[in-house]
């Protein structure tokens, strides 16, 4: 059982920066791969940026791909998501997911691989 809570989240301008972060219960956050998704508000949830147990693969949705940079550390249970130059369509709730995974170096992009879930942390952008 993981529990993860997503922290961070606020108003902010566009062009701003935000870094979210996600905390970990639990003593086998190594032996996750971990996500991050958002949804905006009439949308279905979206994947944002991903990456595996060893840290050696993320991937990113093309909208967010040389902004939002995802990191790791194993150390200290958490996830973080640095998002560099806002846009006002990054406006979501945006949730951390966890995924016990066999293969150390995958990263998953859909949502029903998850298995856990953090209960989201609010992201607006103004114009």
């Known amino acids: 059982q993981v529990q993860l809570v997503e922290s961070g989240g606020g108003l902010v301008q566009a062009g701003g920066s935000l870094r979210l972060s996600c905390a970990a219960s639990?003593?086998?956050?190594?032996?996750?791969?971990m996500g991050w998704f958002r949804q905006a508000p009439g949308k279905e949830r979206e994947f944002v940026g991903a990456?595996?147990?060893?840290?050696?693969?993320?991937y990113y949705t093309d909208s967010v791909k040389g902004r939002f940079t995802i990191s790791r550390d194993n150390t200290k249970n958490t996830v973080s998501l640095q998002m560099n130059s806002l846009k006002p369509e990054d406006t979501a709730v945006y949730y951390c997911?966890?995924?016990?995974?066999?293969?150390?170096?995958?990263?998953?992009?859909?949502?029903?691989?998850?298995?856990?879930w953090g209960q989201g942390t609010q992201v607006t952008v103004s114009s």
């Open positions: 990456i595996s147990r060893n840290n050696d693969n993320v």
């Open positions: 997911a966890a995924k016990a995974a066999l293969h150390s170096g995958r990263a998953y992009s859909l949502s029903n691989e998850y298995d856990y």
């Open positions: 639990g003593r086998t956050f190594r032996m996750y791969a």
